[in-house]
Antibody, heavy 116, light 107 residues
Framework: QVQLVQSGAEVKKPGASVKVSCKASGYTFTSYGISWVRQAPGQGLEWMGWISAYNGNTNYAQKLQGRVTMTTDTSTSTAYMELRSLRSDDTAVYYC?????????WGQGTLVTVSS | EIVLTQSPDFQSVTPKEKVTITCRASQSIGSSLHWYQQKPDQSPKLLIKYASQSISGVPSRFSGSGSGTDFTLTINSLEAEDAAAYYCHQSSSYPYTFGQGTKLEIK
């Protein structure tokens, strides 16, 4: 069955960077894109961006442009999301999801806490 | 950016009741509208794709309808396990967007 397994929780100081991984299994990795979605404590879902696992094309949310980079490693079927210049309002659970227009499978989430 | 507005924000319902959640898009998105259920401390789960297409393993009491700008998620004969937040999501154009969510409480 399809599984997306994300890396563990992180605690970062303001201004630092974080890189979250998402290892896919159970399907042909390059046949789908990966979207990243985050959820601040007690809040709704926010789409961060998408990457094609086929050719690496990306599309980022305007508000994160310049701070976020999404990449993939097809040799290990792993997607990565790096967020730089972290601020306190970046504290959230970060999810990866297999993207076929709909987001049909989700990782378990990675809590990123930004605190001084 | 396409704005999705859900209603209601919160609903308290009794088991076996029929529930309707609506999602309105700020411009036409065809059928590129999907519904998710999220229980506390869990990842979102896809319930309905492309407005009305069912998902394997999702109970048949969940159904979706609509196209263009107005969409509906219907839960027939609500069960206690349906207590959750529900979100709509559009993939018609980037940036993808989500509705603000509807929290269902079971009385």
């Amino acid at each position: 069955q399809v599984q997306l397994v994300q890396s563990g929780a992180e605690v970062k100081k303001p201004g630092a960077s974080v890189k979250v991984s998402c290892k896919a299994s159970g399907y042909t990795f390059t046949s789908y894109g990966i979207s990243w979605v985050r959820q601040a404590p007690g809040q709704g879902l926010e789409w961060m961006g998408w990457i094609s696992a086929y050719n690496g094309n990306t599309n980022y949310a305007q508000k994160l442009q310049g701070r976020v980079t999404m990449t993939t490693d097809t040799s290990t079927s792993t997607a990565y999301m790096e967020l730089r210049s972290l601020r306190s309002d970046d504290t959230a659970v970060y999810y990866c999801a297999r993207d076929y227009g709909d987001l049909r499978d989700w990782g378990q989430g990675t809590l990123v806490t930004v605190s001084s | 950016e396409i704005v999705l507005t859900q209603s209601p924000d919160f609903q308290s319902v009794t088991p076996k009741e029929k529930v309707t959640i609506t999602c309105r898009a700020s411009q036409s998105i065809g059928s590129s509208l999907h519904w998710y259920q999220q229980k506390p401390d869990q990842s979102p789960k896809l319930l309905i794709k492309y407005a009305s297409q069912s998902i394997s393993g999702v109970p048949s009491r969940f159904s979706g309808s609509g196209s263009g700008t107005d969409f509906t998620l219907t839960i027939n004969s609500l069960e206690a396990e349906d207590a959750a937040a529900y979100y709509c999501h559009q993939s018609s154009s980037y940036p993808y967007t989500f509705g603000q969510g509807t929290k269902l409480e079971i009385k």
